[in-house]
Structures are given as structure tokens and as C-alpha cells.
């Protein structure tokens, strides 16, 4: 895994002009009614994918922050325009009432005639996107506008999905975790057979018995039918939590500060603790009240990289043993969703039974952007030099795709796909 060390000036500027024409591409804008304001934001894509997705915002806002800050901050404006009156930040925003809506669109809302947000979350990734703005912008009023709207939705997130208190956010749909088809749920839901269509239903199902549930996370949760505390979802939680920590510092809050403080440590904590498998030496997400063991190895299981204070033995497990691991995780264009060794792993975009499933194998810009960060963050920066290096020959060969052959490096799914972009952050 050979190739020249990334990082000069051209190819930043390279990047920095293709992303810019990605964002164009994919801006949407107009006038809502139902916010009775203007709105200006940035699609995955320019099809299919044409709403609002909080994590993508996120990813758009830490891109734009290096060469068009107030568009980042106008990116954070308008997904923030639709927070509830509770505090919490849903998936996706269904800006322009003239669009016709998915089915998928009803199906993870609270019913309605014409839903404007879904009724589940996805990975808190704003408070990074804000932190990475502020570092370039220095805008303490930027902070103060929208911090205390930021922390409004870990509170929420607090109060209504942390049934034990122990600081770890259960999700209630395989789309919370931003990866809905990823293998762990197949342990969750318990049906661990190759029938797609079948597998398909049963992820569905759970989004419909939310549906019936009129999405009360209370009773959901009693349930216990789809209770995960999912690792990516909590390793941001408790990330972004610590940049709230420190921005909330920025601007003299230090009750704040130290609360936030309290929560990243704590959820830290518990991930460290709690998800940490002994005998194979790598961590899993934990389903049901019992916190069982999704036991099946995918990037999630590499996402704790990405946390302050992992250090010592499983720290270097989770990097000698497992992501440099070419049974598992050392492809040619790492890092796959899924581990070579399991069962489940499909590098290509083929159909399985004329069906076709997303996170099953292909490399994700996205979340190599977290063991990316989390690699240099520990000091491992030869590795993320490799990999580094892996993504722009991906990217320079095939462009900004959606996902990635892990063996190949061949580009799938959409064209110009926003968060594919992340690579300049990390040069």
C-alpha cells in the first residue's frame, strides 16, 4: 500500500474546487412556509437523496469551514430551524412543500398528512461541525446562538434514551446510526439468515412498530423489541459532547462546560467499559435491556478510535489486531464496513437476490473519517497517511462516490456525493 505522501498545497486546492462545485451542485433552496423562513442547505446528492440529513450537515459544515465559512454556518442555521420545541434534532428535514415525499418519509414520522421532520435522530455530529468552524472563524456569537440549541438535544437525548442512567443513548431504528442495513442489527432483530427480502421486512418492521407507537420512546424502549446502545452513535455522543464541553468554555459558560465535560467522560466511560468484548478483543454494541453483545465485527467496532482517552492494550488491539488485520480490515482501500471474516461481507455493489443492501462491505468516506481523526488523535499518523492516501486514489480515480469497493477501489451509487468530500479535512 504504496504512494506519495498527501498534503501539498495543489491538491488541497484541487479538492477544495471539487467540493465547491459537489455543493453547488447539491444546494437546495426556497421559502417554507411551515418555518416561515428561508432555507438554504446542502443534499447528499442532487437525487434521490435531495432532504436534509443531520449527519451529512454536520460533514458539509466541517468541509465548508475551510474555505466558505458562511456557508457552514448557514449550513448548521437551517437544520437547527427544525429542531423540535423539546430540543430534539431529527434524521431529516423535508424542506419544499411541493416535493412528494418517499414512503420511508411516513414510515419514520409521527403521522401526518405531510411530515416535515422524521421522528428519529442520527449521530449528534453538529457539535463538531460548530468546533471546527469556530477554530477558523474565532465567531463567539455563532457559538452562542447555537450551543445552547446543540445542548438542548443532548439533553434530550439524555432524558429519553438512557433508561439506566449509565450515559450511553440506545437507538430505536437501524437508520439512527446512520448505517441502517450494517449486520449488528441483524443480531439485534434476531433473525441472522442471508434472505434479503426477508431482511429487509424485518428492518422495516421495527420502523413500523415505532410508527404504531406514535414514536413514544418511553414505550419503545420498555418494548425492548430495538433497544441498541450502537457504538458510532455513542462514541460521537460522547465526542461531541467534549466539543460542547470546550466551546461552552469559549464563551465563559462554565456551568455548562463542566456538565458537558461530565457527560463525554462518563459515556466514555461506559463504551470503554461496558462494550469492550474480552475474549475476542474488540468492541460491540450492546441490544436489549441485558446489553448483549451484537457480536459482529463491522467499522463500528473501530469507531471507540475516535475517543479522547482510549488508551493501552486496547488500543493497540484494536489497531494491530484488528484494522491492520488483513483477514479482517487491511484491504487494499481500507476501511470496509464489514470484517473480510464475516459471513456478511459483500465488497461490490451486487444484488443479493435481485436485492440490493447498503453497509455490507464497501468503504465509506464518512467513517473513515472517524478512524481517520482517531488514528492521528493517538498518534498512529503513518497509518492514517495510508489510508489517506488510499481515499484520494479512490476519489481521483472514480470521484466523489457514495461508498467504495474495499479490494478495488471501483466507485458505487451516487455521483457527487457530499460527505465524500471529508477528505479534505484531512489533509
Request: neutral net charge; glycine residues 4%.
Amino acid at each position: 500500500m504504496g504512494g506519495k505522501k498527501i498534503g501539498n498545497e495543489e491538491l488541497r486546492k484541487d479538492l477544495t474546487k471539487k467540493a465547491q462545485t459537489v455543493f453547488d451542485n447539491n444546494t437546495f433552496q426556497g421559502f417554507s412556509k411551515w418555518k416561515n423562513a428561508e432555507y438554504s442547505f446542502i443534499a447528499p446528492s442532487d437525487r434521490e437523496y435531495i432532504y436534509q440529513f443531520l449527519w451529512d450537515t454536520g460533514f458539509h459544515a466541517i468541509v465548508l469551514s475551510h474555505f466558505d465559512i458562511p456557508k457552514a454556518k448557514e449550513e448548521i442555521r437551517t437544520f437547527l430551524l427544525g429542531q423540535w420545541n423539546d430540543g430534539f434534532l431529527p434524521h431529516v428535514i423535508f424542506w419544499g412543500e411541493k416535493k412528494v415525499l418517499p414512503h420511508w418519509a411516513y414510515i419514520e414520522s409521527k403521522p401526518s398528512v405531510r411530515p416535515h421532520t422524521t421522528a428519529i435522530s442520527q449521530p449528534p455530529v453538529l457539535a463538531l461541525a460548530i468546533e471546527s468552524i469556530y477554530k477558523k472563524s474565532k465567531d463567539k456569537k455563532f457559538l452562542e446562538e447555537t450551543l445552547p440549541k446543540i445542548a438542548n438535544h443532548h439533553r434530550w437525548l439524555l432524558a429519553n434514551r438512557d433508561e439506566d442512567g449509565d450515559k450511553l443513548i440506545s437507538i430505536i431504528s437501524p437508520n439512527e446510526s446512520g448505517m441502517d442495513e450494517l449486520p449488528v442489527f441483524q443480531y439485534v432483530t434476531g433473525f441472522l439468515g442471508e434472505d434479503v427480502v426477508r431482511l429487509h421486512w424485518t428492518y422495516r418492521k421495527t420502523d413500523l412498530r415505532n410508527y404504531y407507537h406514535n414514536y413514544d420512546n418511553k414505550t419503545i424502549l420498555e418494548k425492548d423489541y430495538f433497544n441498541v446502545e450502537e457504538l458510532l452513535f455513542n462514541c460521537v455522543f460522547a465526542e461531541a459532547s467534549r466539543s460542547l464541553s470546550r466551546l461552552f468554555s469559549e464563551i465563559g459558560n462554565k456551568e455548562e462546560s463542566s456538565y458537558f465535560k461530565m457527560v463525554s467522560d462518563k459515556t466514555e466511560e461506559a463504551i470503554i467499559k461496558k462494550c469492550w468484548h474480552k475474549e475476542d478483543e474488540i468492541f460491540y454494541s450492546l441490544f436489549t435491556h441485558e446489553e448483549k453483545f451484537a457480536r459482529v465485527k463491522t467499522v463500528a467496532s473501530l469507531i471507540p478510535l475516535f475517543l479522547e482517552n482510549l488508551k493501552g492494550e486496547k488500543l493497540e488491539k484494536l489497531i494491530n489486531k484488528h484494522l491492520l488485520n488483513k483477514s479482517e480490515f487491511w484491504t487494499r482501500y481500507p476501511v470496509p464496513t464489514v470484517a473480510r471474516s464475516e459471513p456478511y461481507y459483500n465488497p461490490a455493489d451486487t444484488p443479493i437476490h435481485k436485492v440490493k443492501l447498503l453497509w455490507r462491505g464497501p468503504t465509506w468516506i464518512a467513517t473513515n473519517w472517524f478512524v481517520v481523526k482517531g488514528l492521528q488523535k493517538h498518534g498512529y499518523h503513518d497509518i492514517a497517511e495510508k489510508i489517506i492516501i488510499t481515499m484520494n486514489e479512490m476519489i481521483t480515480q472514480h470521484g466523489f462516490r457514495e461508498y467504495y469497493n474495499p479490494e478495488t477501489g471501483e466507485g458505487y451509487r451516487r455521483v457527487n456525493f457530499g460527505w465524500s468530500t471529508l477528505l479534505l479535512d484531512l489533509l
